[in-house]
């Protein structure tokens, strides 16, 4: 194996890079005090120093050079991961995604649709109870019906808006809409419908 001192000026720098790797390793232990991440370290400071070989300078101290670029690495490292946040279950990378506004605009859309082939009265009692939020007793007094009319009126009317949106048994007209799309159909006056 040949030392720096000894190193003719046609070799390839690169060859002595083996050499360095036990005592980079250590250097690497004693700044990480983790073997996962000391190995991490030498191999990062190896690949800078391999794809920058042309920075060293043949006759200089190749151990030296090494230990500088493994050093500035690690310190560099520290720097990165004090300004990111951690976040392993995903709830912060979460917040910062937006669900597209389109959503919100075709699940109105199939609503409206539908709404629309409804009959006159279910519309009529959904409008009351679900979009106004009239008691089923105020809407009746309104409609000039009996409660029970407008009960029995406004769970056919949901059962025929289930059955035209394709919504399973249980499965509310809104479910797996997000918030903000809630809120278009809120302001819309359809949702409690």
């Not at 310190?75 to 910062?96: F, T, W």
């Not at 509310?172 to 809409?177: A, C, E, F, K, P």
Request: overall charge negative.
């Amino acid at each position: 194996m040949s030392s720096p001192s000894t190193q003719t000026a046609n070799a390839d720098p690169r060859d002595e890079l083996p050499e360095h790797l036990p005592a980079l390793r250590a250097f690497a232990m004693s700044l990480t005090r983790n073997s996962a991440s000391a190995d991490d370290l030498v191999q990062d400071t190896i690949v800078k120093a391999w794809s920058n070989i042309e920075k060293f300078q043949v006759g200089t101290n190749m151990r030296a050079w090494l230990f500088t670029i493994l050093r500035n690495t690690f310190y560099s490292d520290r720097r990165k991961r004090k300004r990111e946040v951690a976040d392993p279950e995903g709830v912060h990378a979460a917040s910062l995604c937006e669900k597209p506004a389109h959503d919100g605009r075709l699940a109105m859309n199939d609503f409206m649709r539908a709404f629309d082939q409804l009959s006159p009265e279910h519309r009529e009692v959904l409008i009351l109870v679900g979009a106004s939020g009239f008691s089923y007793e105020e809407a009746a007094e309104t409609m000039g019906v009996k409660v029970g009319t407008v009960k029995s009126r406004a769970n056919r009317a949901r059962a025929r808006l289930a059955e035209m949106l394709h919504l399973e048994e249980g499965e509310h007209l809104l479910s797996g809409v997000d918030a903000s799309s809630l809120a278009v159909l809120g302001r819309s006056g359809t949702a409690a419908a």
